[in-house]
């Protein structure tokens, strides 16, 4: 349970980290907060020859509100986050997701990008991101490139992000919609067994699915109940594909999505 | 830029316990084992090692974390604060300690550093805490002794008292 070796990168400046990574690209991982990167050193899942810490690079430090987005950077840890006044009423649905996102002991160091980045299919943020529509803003020493969040996750912790690029930000669509979030988990803070975000939309309601599928899966529905709801809901359940593991069976996933999921739907359809 | 070289230990230099602490680190090394075997100070205990049980709780810059999910080159120019800061004297044992004892909030112990800072951190900038944000705090531990329940109960008794004791300060 210790890290294998490697060399530890302090960046001082953003275009260091970005020519350390263009150098060593898969070799080399960011290290932020590194509350999920962390674990996978210690139990050896994750073997880099070397890490860069970003944590010093102040440009990537800001939470910057533009109206329609709010755009975290990659220093930028979840309790800052959670601090930040305008929260509540820019992005109401972090609001209610992030104090599900680890502990208090564990939100004062990890960030918003990190959890982005490790895309561990029951995590909130990536689900959250996914619901609003949000994007991923990645660069590497030769380009800058945004990837929204539906073709930025790709798999069990697999993004679409290239070996050389590191996530500069991620930016939320602000939205005042009505919205809400549920989970349940073992232990609050744990992963979750199943979480549930949703989000209302000109044509209905978005609902988020995170803990089931190998990733954060998203689907518009049109606005409906009673019988109609339950039978979107049963298809929505079996189409994630739900598995068998030492947390839950497949079967109580889909359960949990069917009955979560209703009452999200209803609570944001009122 | 600085590149610390793998297998090589590389100078750190911190705040411990509010005072200035220096010492040796390879880059891979965790903060529990710099503080532990490094520094000599082995009130933080090595529970899981992922991040999951709590019981390597210390405080960083004046917020609970975990020293197991910290590496010791990232704590270099931080305060630390670890289990040994809390009591007065080697005789006596802080607020936060006697509670515990009152209130039987241990039993094994092996939990106890870990939850006693995050305590700490949280009491000093949560001076009125209800039962629910203690309950909160406390789901980032694992106990298999007490339920809790004892834990919780010192914690808003230490909590009072805590307040107390700044409020008179202030008055004077």
């Known amino acids: ?194 979480a549930c975000a949703a989000v209302k939309t000109p044509d209905g309601v978005r609902l988020a699915i995170g803990g089931v599928a190998d990733m954060p899966v998203a689907r518009d529905f049109p606005p409906l109940d009673g019988s109609a709801l339950d039978d979107a809901l049963n298809g929505f359940a079996y189409q994630l594909d739900a598995r068998d593991d030492v947390h839950a069976t497949a079967r109580y996933r889909r359960d949990l999505v069917r009955m979560i999921g209703r009452d999200l739907v209803r609570e944001v359809l009122q | 830029m600085s590149r610390l070289q793998a297998g090589q230990r590389h100078p750190v230099r911190f705040s411990l316990n509010g005072s200035p602490c220096a010492g040796e680190a390879e880059p891979r090394l965790l903060l529990t084992d710099f503080l532990r075997h490094q520094v000599g100070a082995t009130g933080t205990h090595v529970g899981c090692e992922h991040g999951v049980c709590g019981a390597c709780t210390v405080v960083i810059d004046g917020k609970p974390a975990r020293a197991c999910l910290t590496l010791a080159a990232q704590i270099d120019g931080c305060e630390v604060r670890t289990v040994e800061s809390l009591a007065p004297s080697a005789d006596r044992l802080g607020v936060l300690q006697s509670a515990f004892k009152r209130h039987h909030a241990l039993q094994c112990g092996f939990c106890t550093a870990g939850i006693l800072m995050s305590l700490d951190g949280f009491l000093r900038q949560h001076k009125r805490p209800d039962e629910e944000s203690i309950r909160d705090l406390l789901s980032g531990h694992l106990c298999r002794c007490t339920g809790y329940t004892p834990i919780v109960r010192a914690a808003i008794e230490a909590a009072a008292e805590l307040a107390d004791q700044s409020g008179e300060r202030a008055d004077a």
């Open chain 1, 1 to 194: 349970m210790k890290p294998a070796a490697f060399d530890y990168v302090r960046a001082e400046h953003l275009d260091e980290a970005l020519d350390v990574l263009g150098r060593e690209g898969s070799d080399a991982r960011i290290i932020a907060g590194g509350q999920s990167l962390m674990a996978m050193l210690n139990m050896r899942l994750a073997r880099p020859r070397t890490l860069i810490d970003i944590m010093r690079l102040a440009e990537l430090g800001r939470i910057e509100s533009t109206g329609d987005t709010v755009k975290v950077g990659a220093a930028v840890r979840q309790d800052a986050l959670l601090a930040w006044p305008d929260l509540a009423r820019n992005l109401p649905l972090v609001a209610l997701a992030l104090p599900w996102t680890g502990h208090v002991q564990t939100r004062s160091r990890g960030t918003i990008c990190g959890s982005i980045a490790h895309a561990d299919p029951s995590a909130e943020l990536p689900l959250v991101l996914l619901a609003l529509g949000g994007e991923v803003h990645l660069r590497s020493a030769s380009r800058r490139r945004r990837v929204a969040a539906k073709d930025f996750f790709a798999g069990m912790m697999t993004t679409t992000r290239a070996d050389d690029e590191l996530i500069e930000a991620v930016a939320f669509p602000a939205s005042r919609q009505r919205c809400g979030f549920r989970e349940v988990a073992r232990r609050h803070g744990d992963f979750a067994i199943v």
